[in-house]
């Protein structure tokens, strides 16, 4: 789990994986608020503009660090 109050501007970018009950999928934080991480899963495999293609809203508790 990510914990989001520990977030910061530097976090941007950074690879994570969505872990619910099924399937595992990566992606990279565009941005977060309070409650909430946006991160793209689906970028055309362009992702050094990962920032220029829609976040889905991600609870923090389904998220990991990549490693």
Same mark, same amino acid.
């Given at each position: ?13 950074? /690879? ?8 595992? +999928? =990566?992606? =990279? ?5 309070? +409650? ?10 362009? /992702? ?16 990991? /660090? +990549?490693?």
């Amino acid at each position: 789990m990510i914990n989001i109050s520990e977030l910061t501007k530097k976090d941007f970018g950074k /690879w994570v994986v969505y872990k619910p009950e099924l399937e595992n +999928e =990566r992606g =990279r934080i565009k941005s977060f608020n309070f +409650e909430t991480i946006f991160v793209v899963y689906h970028c055309d495999n362009n /992702w050094e503009e990962f920032q220029n293609y829609t976040a889905a809203g991600t609870d923090p508790e389904d998220l990991f /660090w +990549e490693k």
